[in-house]
């Protein structure tokens, strides 16, 4: 090969890369409404897997929700379900999360915000403890069929769907999945 068809060759292909579009972050505003925006200390996306199990791929990001104001709202068909990764039963209301994983399924057809919040501080969460400003981040995918999501589906047999692993600070993993009708979270008994 001469060199003139090398440097063709090379302009060409990088021709090619500057008139491909990049990978975009999805604007989460359009789906989730002016109060959601991305976490930027995760990756977008977090994790894609079938946690419904109807085919089309699902995806988990990690946001952050603005308090309540005329200017920031929720898009119309959000679901937003509070104390499932603590069993509190304090809502979000108009208070912010810092950090709140969100599901967008059915290629964005149906939307959940998945909230905690401190009885005693609402500013604090589940995903405000330390362990999730580390690397890597505590949370990952088990598909369907993994040793993970078989060792998971032994303890809960209506766990059907690839599922979320939410580690712990106590270092007990956590299972996120989908029930047909909304999201559980089983927690394993924590052994002495």
């Keep these: 090969m001469s060199l003139q068809n090398l440097r063709l060759l090379m302009i060409t292909g990088l021709m090619v890369l500057a008139a491909s579009p990049a ?4 604007d989460i505003a359009a789906l989730f409404g002016s109060r959601v925006k991305l976490n930027p200390h995760f990756s977008v996306p977090l994790v894609t897997g079938d946690f419904d ?19 920031n709202g929720f898009a119309p068909g959000v679901t ?15 208070h912010g999360a810092q950090t709140a994983p969100a599901i967008v399924q059915q290629g964005g057809k149906r ?23 580390e690397r890597p981040t505590p949370l990952s995918l088990a598909k369907r069929g993994s040793k993970a999501f078989r060792d ?11 599922i979320l692993v939410v580690g712990t600070e106590a270092g007990i993993d956590t299972a996120l999945y989908w029930n047909g009708k909304t999201y559980v979270l089983f927690s394993p008994n924590e052994e002495p």
Excluded: C, E
């Excluded at 990978?23 to 999805?26: D, E, F, G, L, T």
């Excluded at 199990?53 to 200017?71: E, H, I, K, W």
């Design 23 to 26: 990978r975009a972050a999805p």
């Design 53 to 71: 199990g109807d085919g089309v791929p699902d995806t988990a990001y990690m946001v952050t929700v603005l308090p309540a104001s005329a200017r």
């Design 80 to 94: 937003v379900l509070d104390g499932v990764m603590d069993g509190n039963d304090t809502v979000l209301g108009a």
């Design 111 to 133: 939307k959940f915000l998945l909230t905690s919040h401190s009885s005693v501080d609402p500013a604090q969460g589940v995903f405000d403890s330390p362990i999730w400003s």
């Design 152 to 162: 998971f589906h032994a303890q809960v047999p209506q766990i059907r769907n690839d």
